[in-house]
């Protein structure tokens, strides 16, 4: 499985950007897919996660401005990012989880965009 993200970019404080990422490969085991942040001398964070069906998961600090969506017709998942802060500054990564079916079992995985860089000035 490839992802490409994309939609990064610079924006004031408020301003909006949509981030969007497209799966390639073995699509067909994919089933969640998301999108964490890592800032500048912190840790990689969950922000947004949503299921094959659409149910979604926000953390915290995101819910109530960000919308996560995906449309599975075109492999995209998409981050609405809305009312941004210069604390949401940071490079963005897209993950999807994927099962890989076989007669031994499940093989689980997890793979990563190449990120994409969000930056939010005062």
């Known amino acids: 499985v490839q992802l490409q993200a994309s939609g990064g970019g610079l924006v004031q404080d408020g301003g909006s950007l949509r981030l969007s990422c497209v799966a390639s490969?073995?699509?067909?085991?994919?089933?969640?897919m998301g999108w964490s942040r890592q800032a500048p001398g912190k840790q990689r964070e969950l922000v947004a996660t949503?299921?094959?069906?659409?149910?979604?998961n926000y953390a915290g600090f995101v819910k109530g401005r960000f919308t996560i969506s995906r449309d599975n017709a075109k492999n995209t998942v998409y981050l609405q990012m809305n009312n941004l802060k210069p604390e949401d500054t940071a490079v963005y990564f897209c993950?999807?989880?994927?099962?890989?079916?076989?007669?031994?079992?499940?093989?689980?995985?997890?793979?990563w965009g190449q990120g994409t860089l969000v930056t939010v000035s005062s």
């Open positions: 949503i299921t094959r069906d659409g149910n979604t």
């Open positions: 993950y999807a989880n994927h099962n890989t079916y076989s007669d031994s079992g499940v093989v689980a995985q997890k793979f």
């Open positions: 490969g073995s699509i067909r085991g994919i089933n969640d």
